[in-house]
Nanobody, 123 residues
């Protein structure tokens, strides 16, 4: 069992940067691969990026590759998403998720979900 709480969302300018965090708690809180998903207005939730238990393996959606970076600090049981060169289509609620196996790109692969944090683009 793991509980996830996102934070750090907000309003950003075109081309701006923002970092969001996901704090995990519970038994074996760092014994999970983690993922970030997002849900934009009028759209389904979509995969953004994922990171392995150790942090050695990552994978990114093509839409964010080269702009977003996922990382984790297992001592703090926290995963981070650094977002650079933000675009209007990046506006969404960003969710972190956890699974007991390796990195994955599908929503159904993840067992635990946070409540989300809002990232809003401003021209």
């Amino acid at each position: 069992q793991v509980q996830l709480v996102e934070s750090g969302g907000g309003l950003v300018q075109a081309g701006g940067s923002l970092s969001v965090s996901c704090a995990a708690s519970g038994r074996a809180a760092n014994n999970y691969a983690m993922g970030w998903f997002r849900q934009a207005p009028g759209k389904e939730r979509e995969f953004v990026t994922t990171i392995s238990r150790s942090g050695d393996s990552t994978y990114y959606a093509d839409s964010v590759k080269g702009r977003f970076t996922i990382s984790r600090d297992n001592a703090k049981n926290t995963v981070y998403l650094q977002m650079n060169s933000l675009k209007p289509e990046d506006t969404a609620v960003y969710y972190c998720a956890a699974r007991g196996l390796g990195i994955a790109t599908t929503e159904s692969s993840y067992t635990y979900w946070g409540q989300g944090t809002q990232v809003t683009f401003s021209s």
